[in-house]
């Protein structure tokens, strides 16, 4: 394995590793990010970052949700927002992440 294979590797993990490898343009395979896609990202990114915020609670709820719904089953996820005194998932949350599976 190549050092720079290696490092391509490396920086596939991580809350950050995304923003990184966007930010360098380059994706985890060391192929270009096409500079349309880049464009658009950033374009949207931007509107994002100029909007209005609800609070903490809620971004991290929608975080621990989002995320949380890919590697926790429902129930569990359930009772771990509840225990952390979060809402317990919505029904249209509970469609979205678990409906499909």
Known sequence: MTAETN????TTTGADAIDEAIARGIDFDGSPIPTA???LYNRVMGLEANRQRSGV???MRSRIVRIGAKHIPQAELDTLLVDAGFAPLKEKE???FY???
């Open 7 to 10: 490092q391509v590797n490396q």
């Open 37 to 39: 896609k880049l464009e």
């Open 94 to 96: 509970i469609a979205f």
């Open 57 to 59: 609670s809620n971004t």
């Open 99 to 101: 409906g499909g599976k």
